[in-house]
T-cell receptor, first 114, second 118 residues
Framework: KQEVTQIPAALSVPEGENLVLNCSFT??????LQWFRQDPGKGLTSLLL?????REQTSGRLNASLDKSSGRSTLYIAASQPGDSATYLC?????????????FGTGTQLKVEL | NAGVMQNPRHLVRRRGQEARLRCSPM?????VYWYRQLPEEGLKFMVY????????ESGMPKERFSAEFPKEGPSILRIQQVVRGDSAAYFC????????????????FGPGTRLTVL
């Protein structure tokens, strides 16, 4: 059974700092991994999707890496801003036998302070 | 292209009533997924549907919960005889099919329906 863990559970940083969020998964037989952002009381916004054959994806100030063999992904946020404050979720899709469902981590709650 | 739409956004029910949650996928998407986010917990998969078919319902509670995705109209998640433990945010996601009918594409999420059971 796939289990996804995110560390830290909560993080508070001053504006402008670079930061790294971590995601680990127990079953390396994944098809892809997605990073999402969730604002309080809102839905999920997809940030980056990494296919299992890829090592990283970049979008603006965000960079996500994937090390499938070790079961780890990181989300790097450069020059953080107060508007980045949200909960960040990672989710993996199993390669076979698990349908198309996403297994989510419990999230990292990020607060960027002025 | 409008995103995934869910309604209502907020739903209040008393114990024993029925709750019906609706989800309209993005245009061109024929795959729908329902997830539930209980208070202080992560999102959990409930069910995966294609038009007129339930593909994977491994995350659905065995009783009181059902889902459908008819040929015409939105997908419906139905909860009968709601209890307080059903209070949660219910999210719908959709994805387009790839060739052969399978879908390994990115899932796009709706804003969710927040169900409160009194």
């Amino acid at each position: 059974k796939q289990e996804v863990t995110q560390i830290p559970a909560a993080l508070s940083v001053p504006e402008g700092e670079n930061l790294v969020l971590n995601c680990s998964f127990t079953d390396s037989a994944i098809y892809n991994l997605q990073w999402f952002r969730q604002d309080p009381g809102k839905g999920l916004t997809s940030l980056l999707l990494i296919q299992s054959s890829q090592r990283e994806q970049t979008s603006g100030r965000l960079n996500a890496s994937l090390d499938k063999s070790s079961g780890r992904s990181t989300l790097y946020i450069a020059a953080s801003q107060p508007g980045d404050s949200a909960t960040y979720l990672c989710a993996v899709k199993r390669l076979t036998g698990g349908g198309n469902k996403l297994t989510f981590g419990t999230g990292t709650q990020l607060k960027v302070e002025l | 292209n409008a995103g995934v739409m869910q309604n209502p956004r907020h739903l209040v029910r008393r114990r024993g009533q029925e709750a019906r949650l609706r989800c309209s996928p993005m245009k061109g998407h024929s795959h729908v997924y329902w997830y539930r986010q209980l208070p202080e917990e992560g999102l959990k998969f409930m069910v995966y549907l294609q038009k007129e078919n339930i593909i994977d319902e491994s995350g659905m509670p065995k009783e009181r919960f059902s889902a459908e995705f008819p040929k015409e109209g939105p997908s419906i998640l139905r909860i009968q005889q709601v209890v307080r433990g059903d209070s949660a945010a219910y999210f719908c996601a959709s994805s387009p099919p790839t060739s052969g009918g399978a879908s390994y594409n990115e899932q796009f999420f709706g804003p969710g329906t927040r169900l409160t059971v009194l």
